[in-house]
C-alpha cells in the first residue's frame, strides 16, 4: 500500500464536479489520461484496480481509496483480472497542494487578512491509498452526493457541495490531537448533517457510534454547547429555509424533506428558532420570483 500523502489548502475550498460507479469485467482496462484536469477520488468495492500514475504501479483492493492527481499520466499497468466495481469522484482544488512521503502543511491561496480577526490556514491531509472500515457511511454520503448532484438545482448543487466536504473530513488523516470527548462529537456533528432527513434519536446515535446515550449528549454539550437534539432541530430549520427561498415546494413536502412526518411538529420546531412558521417566513424573505404555497 502506497504510504505517500497529498496535502490541499483549504482556501478556497476543494469543489466537487461529478462522480459515478464504475464497473469493468476481465480484460478490460482503465482509460489512458494524461490531462485530467480534476484530482480523482476512488472507493474501491470489489476486484482489484492495477493502475499506473506516471509510471509508478499501483494495485488498489476492496475497501481501499486511491486518489489520481490532475494533469498527471495514470492508465491501466495490467488488465482487470475479476470484475472490479467502485465509486469515483471528480474534485477540483483551485488551492496550493503537494505530494509528498508526509503531510505538509500548506499555505492559503487567498490572502487573509489578520487585522481584525485570524483566519486559520486550514489543510486537508489525505493518504492516497488507504484502507477504510466504514463502508456503509462512506458509501452512503457518496450516494446523497450523486442523489443531490442529480437534482440540477441550487438546493441539490449546494447540498452536493457541503456533503462533500463531509465526506473529505471522513477520510482525511488528522495530525492534531482532540480529546475524545471532542472526537466524538465532531462524528456525531457529521453524522446528524449527512442525515438529517432521516428519524435521528440519541439512541440511534449511541448505536451508531458504540457508546452509552448519556456519552452522545455531554460530548456535544461540551464541545459545542448544543444538545444533539438542538442542533438536529437548527440543522433542519435551515435546511428548509433553502428550499423556502429558493423553490415552489409546498411547506407539508418541505417538512418531509428535512425529516419531519409531520408538517404540525415541522412548523413548531422552525418556529422556535426563527419566531415564524415556514409559509410566513417564505411571504416574508422570499424574492418575488418565488411562488408561495
Not at 474534485?91 to 483566519?119: C, E, M, R
Not at 456535544?220 to 438542538?230: D, V
Amino acid at each position: 500500500m502506497d504510504n505517500k500523502y497529498i496535502s490541499i489548502s483549504c482556501l478556497p475550498i476543494p469543489t466537487f464536479i461529478q462522480g459515478g460507479y464504475a464497473i469493468f469485467d476481465p480484460g478490460e482496462n482503465h482509460p489512458n489520461r494524461n490531462d485530467l484536469q480534476y484530482f480523482v477520488l476512488m472507493f474501491i468495492v470489489k476486484g482489484k484496480l492495477f493502475i499506473s500514475e506516471d509510471d509508478v504501479n499501483y494495485t488498489v483492493t476492496p475497501n481501499e481509496m486511491f486518489i489520481l492527481l490532475p494533469m498527471h499520466h495514470h492508465y491501466s499497468w495490467k488488465p482487470i483480472d475479476s470484475q472490479t466495481e467502485y465509486y469515483w469522484i471528480h474534485f477540483y482544488a483551485n488551492g496550493k497542494w503537494i505530494q509528498d512521503s508526509k503531510p505538509v502543511k500548506t499555505g492559503s491561496k487567498v490572502a487573509i487578512p489578520t487585522l481584525h480577526y485570524f483566519t486559520p490556514n486550514v489543510t486537508l491531509y489525505l493518504k492516497k491509498q488507504h484502507a477504510f472500515n466504514n463502508q456503509e457511511s462512506l458509501f452512503s454520503i457518496i450516494n446523497k452526493i450523486f442523489k443531490s448532484s442529480a437534482q440540477q438545482n441550487d438546493v441539490g448543487f449546494w447540498q452536493a457541495q457541503h456533503l462533500f466536504i463531509d465526506l473529505l473530513q471522513m477520510v482525511q488523516t488528522t495530525t492534531n490531537t482532540e480529546s475524545p470527548a471532542e472526537t466524538l462529537a465532531g462524528r456525531i456533528q457529521l453524522y446528524l448533517r449527512d442525515h438529517f432527513d432521516e428519524k435521528i434519536t440519541n439512541e440511534t446515535l449511541a448505536d451508531t457510534f458504540h457508546v452509552h446515550p448519556n456519552s452522545i449528549i455531554s460530548s456535544m454539550k461540551k464541545t459545542f454547547g448544543i444538545t444533539p437534539n438542538s442542533f438536529l432541530r437548527r440543522y433542519r430549520s435551515e435546511e428548509a429555509i433553502k428550499r423556502l427561498l429558493t423553490t415552489n415546494e409546498p411547506v407539508s413536502t418541505i417538512a418531509l424533506e428535512v425529516g419531519y412526518t409531520n408538517v404540525y411538529y415541522f412548523s413548531n420546531a422552525f418556529k422556535k428558532d426563527y419566531g415564524l412558521a415556514p409559509a410566513e417566513y417564505r411571504k416574508k424573505y422570499a424574492n418575488n420570483q418565488v411562488t408561495t404555497k
